[in-house]
Every structure is written in C-alpha cells, then in structure tokens.
C-alpha cells in the first residue's frame, strides 16, 4: 500500500517534469481560469458592499413637531422598534439636529445668522426608521400614516413622514439592487461552467499525449489504479500551483484598485485580500484542486478501457 | 499450455481476420507464427492477451478461458505474459531502467528486487551500460532489447513476440533470436510472430503457416514455406 502509494507520487512528480511543457500549458491555463475565477469573487464582494451601502442610505424620516415631550416620542420609537420589518431606528434629539444643522452650514454665514436671530431651536427631533429590506418600507409608512390619523390634532406628534419624497427613489433602488443581484449570479454561474469546461478540456489534452502510454501501461499488467493515480497527482499539482499562480497575479492589481475602491465604494479591495487572505487561498487553491483532480480522473477514463 | 479452439475473429463488416484456428502449445516451446500481411497473425496475439476479443471460439491459458477473466483481474492475468512488440512500445518519458522498472513496480514488486533484477535484466540483453539512457537515445536493436528486458523481468510463463525484428537491420535481429532461443533454453515458452525467412529457416522449431486467416500448415521443425 504504502509502496504502491510512494510509487505513484514519484511518478507524477517525475512525469510532471519531464513533461515541462505539457504541464505549463496546463498551469497557464488553469491559472487564467482561476485568475477569472479569483476576480469574479472578488468583484462579488465588492458588489455585495455597495449594494449593503446603498441600502443604508436608504431610511425614512418621521419628523416630529418642536413641542413633542421626549416620552412621547421615546413611546413611538419602541412601536416602531417592535415592527417585524424594521431593523433600526434612530433617535435625533432636537439638540442633535441642532447641532447638525449648524456644522452642515458652518460657511453659510446668513444661515447662522439668521438662526440666532430665532434665538429659540426650531427644528424638531426626528426617527430615522432602516428597514432590512427596501422593499419593506411602505407598511412602514402605512403604519406611521394610520398612527398619524389616530393622533389628537390638537397635540400631535408627527410632523411629517418623508416616505413619499423617497418614494420613487426607493422603489427604483430596490428594482436596481434586485437586477444586478441575479445578473451577477447569472454571469458568475457562466464563468465557473466556463473554467471547468475549459480546464476539464486542458487536462484533457495533456492527457491524451499520453494515452499510447497509458495503453502501454495496461498491457504490461498495470493495474487502473496504479495508472491513474501519477496523472490525477498531477492533475493536482496544475491546480495548486496555478491557484497560488493566480493569487499572486491578483496581489499587485488589487493593490493598484485598493485606493480606488475605497474612495468609490467605501470598500478596500486590498484591505477585503488581505483580511480574507486565508480563505481566499482555500477557496481558490481548493477549487483548482478539485478541477484538477477530477478532471484528471475522468479524461483518463476513456483510455483505460484497453 | 494455450489451446485455440475453433477461434474467429471478424471485424467489422469486412472479411474475417481469422477463421476456425485451433491449435496447441505446449510449455517450454519455441513456436513460429509465420504469413503474409493481413493473414492474422498479429489478430491471433490480440486474442491471447485479451486486447480483442473473438467473435467464435475460445482461447484457453492453462485451462483458463481467458476472456471470460473480469476486467479487474486482467492485469494479474497479462501479468504472467511477457510482449514484444514491433514498435517496441517504451514509454518515452522513462529510462531504460525506468521502463524495465515499470513492469516490475506494476506488478508490485519490492524496491530491492526492482533494484537487484532490472540490471540483471539488462545486462542479459547486452545494455548494462544503457540503464539511464531515454528510448529516444537508443538505437532500435537496443530499443528492442530493452522491451525484452522488460518482458522478461518478471518471468513470465510466456513470452509473446509480434514482429520483434520488423523494425530493425540484419545485426540487430540477429541479436534479438539469439536473445529469444536463449530465453526459451531457460525454459519460457515463446511465440514469435514473424516473416522473416531468415530467422525461421535458421531457427529449426515448430512453425504454424498462416494465410488468409487460416492455418495451413503446422510443421515440427519447419522452414519458411509461402
């Protein structure tokens, strides 16, 4: 067993080898195929994150009137708070908004001029209601407009909700966001079938230089395993270094868009890497791995049938 | 030892490559299978180490009907023959010692036997200094020799020769009989498919005539008769 087993590794290391150039056919092409593979990921990631920052942009605001008593609007935030649909919401006291308003508009001299003319705060405290998915936030507005009617209309609390100045805003967000979701799974499906394929046909070839070898090998009593077993060692080794190929060529280019991504997306490429350096490495290493591997196995199939 | 009984072999839609061959050999014989082109005798090989099968008839190998032997147990079965092939059939990518090393390490074999019989093996057919030379490195006598030695190292019970010296000068084949007669004295069976009237005429053993997939003549210690 282990004789059998240290038989095949040093025949596919040697085999390996001595068929340099077979083997960095293979390599090349395997490794652009998990450098595609590598990118795609990590265009997936980048993705995910605009696609997460975009949707906290997304909110709705319950303005409240000035005199609202901060029990009062304590009281509504729990109720909102015990929504399924809603994943946060956020208290702006009327200092808070204060505050904001005046750093907002620190150059704009006549607007803080005029603002200490009034001498009093005139904005209102405000909830900023997130929900987890957008396409939730109108039973939110419905629930806000339904207390609203309830409310005594000489001691109101809502101002007023700006769902509807959002509306349309939201709800093509939410079309956009949905698109390029599927539309990337779609063409994330046809670039993973694409490098099997193309990766399954490579090791195909290699292979098929070899099969009057292979047929060679059968008619001195070699036994399928001990003739399969050097090709799908080799078979791994293609995926192995062409994993670590394609993760080393993807090194200098996500270092180059780190900047940029982080300025346009809020997201580093570069630091997202080297975070997730070690899954990354599993993930692609591993898939080259198992192409390989199996690849190997089965166009080595068709010639052991002598 | 091998009995052929009744054995037809059609291909395809064409006429039969061979038809209603029987015949007998016996252990420790040197048997001569001689014909023109396309008189079957390459067929009658493909059928005896099961890389064709017959379309009538069964082939026997020590009272085995070898194809009815299970794929998975063909190779312990090819194991017991040694082939020669016209071409050779080295794999390119090994040495000399590694393709000698190849059937013994196929046929799971211990390193220090590999290491002690492949030069044995070798110095028997005269490369004792050729052991880390490439088949591509090689002349095609000693491209043979190796391929005998590969034959030969395990020791099989039969030896199977199609064509040895097609391929190859006067000298050269020459070397090769006289390795084969040599096997054969050290008591292996051989069967050598060949049309070469010289190394029949000078051979003096048993030759079987074929022709037109037929045997038509079987003689003791035949000469080449076409």
């Known amino acids: ?306 | 030892m091998i009995y052929f009984d009744n054995v037809s072999k059609l291909y395809n839609g064409g006429s039969p490559a061979i038809e209603g061959v029987t015949f007998q050999v016996a252990p420790q014989e040197f048997v001569s299978v001689v014909g023109h082109s396309g008189a079957g005798k390459t067929t009658l090989l493909k059928l005896l180490i099961v890389e064709d099968k017959p379309s009538d008839g069964n082939v026997f190998f020590e009272s085995v009907n070898v194809h009815s032997i299970p794929r998975g147990q063909l190779p312990q079965y090819r194991r017991k023959i040694g082939t020669i092939f016209q071409d050779f059939k080295l794999l390119s990518h090994k040495t000399a010692f590694e393709n000698v090393a190849f059937a013994m390490e196929a046929n799971g074999r211990s390193d220090e036997e590999i290491a002690e019989n492949v030069p044995q093996a070798l110095e028997l057919v005269d490369l004792g200094d050729k052991l880390m030379s490439f088949p591509h490195e090689l002349s095609g006598g000693e491209k043979q020799r190796v391929a005998i030695a590969r034959a030969i190292v395990n020791q099989p019970d039969i030896i199977i020769a199609d064509e040895p010296t097609g391929n190859l000068d006067p000298i050269a084949t020459y070397e090769v009989v006289q390795i084969l007669q040599k096997i054969n004295d050290l008591g292996t069976t051989v069967i050598m498919t060949t049309h070469n009237k010289g190394v029949i005429d000078a051979l003096e053993r048993r030759v079987i005539t074929m022709d037109e997939g037929k045997i038509i003549r079987d003689d003791a210690s035949g000469k080449y008769v076409l």
């Open chain 1, 1 to 306: 067993m282990w004789t059998g087993f240290k038989r095949i590794a040093r025949s596919g290391f040697v085999g390996f080898w001595r068929n340099a150039y077979v083997s960095l056919a293979a390599i090349f092409v395997m490794t652009v195929t998990l450098f595609v593979f590598t990118s795609v990921l990590l265009l997936g990631q980048l993705l995910d994150a605009s696609l997460t920052q975009i949707r906290d942009k997304v909110d709705i605001n319950v303005y409240l009137v000035p005199t609202a008593q901060e029990e009062d609007i304590l009281h509504l935030q729990t109720a909102l708070e015990s929504l399924p649909d809603v994943r946060e919401v956020a208290y702006t006291s009327r200092e808070e908004a204060l505050a904001a308003f005046e750093e907002k508009h620190q150059d704009d001299e006549l607007t803080i001029q005029a603002l200490e003319e009034l001498g009093d705060n005139p904005l209102g405290a405000s909830l900023a209601v997130r929900a987890k998915e957008t396409s939730q936030y109108e039973s939110i507005d419905t629930f806000l407009r339904e207390r609203q009617q309830e409310e005594d209309p000489e001691n109101a609390l809502i101002d007023r909700v700006n769902f509807f100045e959002n509306k349309s805003a939201i709800d093509k967000l939410t079309s956009i966001i949905d698109a390029v979701e599927q539309s990337s799974y779609i063409a994330m499906l046809i670039l993973i079938a694409a490098t099997v394929l193309i990766t399954f046909n490579t090791i195909r070839l290699a292979i098929y230089t070899t099969r009057e070898e292979i047929s060679i090998m059968r008619l001195v009593g070699a036994g399928n395993m001990f003739i399969r077993g050097p090709f799908i060692l080799q078979g791994v080794m293609y995926g192995l270094i062409a994993g670590v190929l394609a993760l080393l060529i993807m090194y200098p280019i996500v270092l180059w868009l780190g900047p940029g991504t982080q300025s346009f997306f809020q997201f580093s490429i570069f630091t997202y890497y080297i975070t997730h350096f070690g899954s990354l490495f599993g993930i692609i290493v591993g898939v080259g791995i198992v192409l390989g591997a199996v690849s190997s196995a089965f166009a080595i199939a068709r010639y052991l049938k002598v």
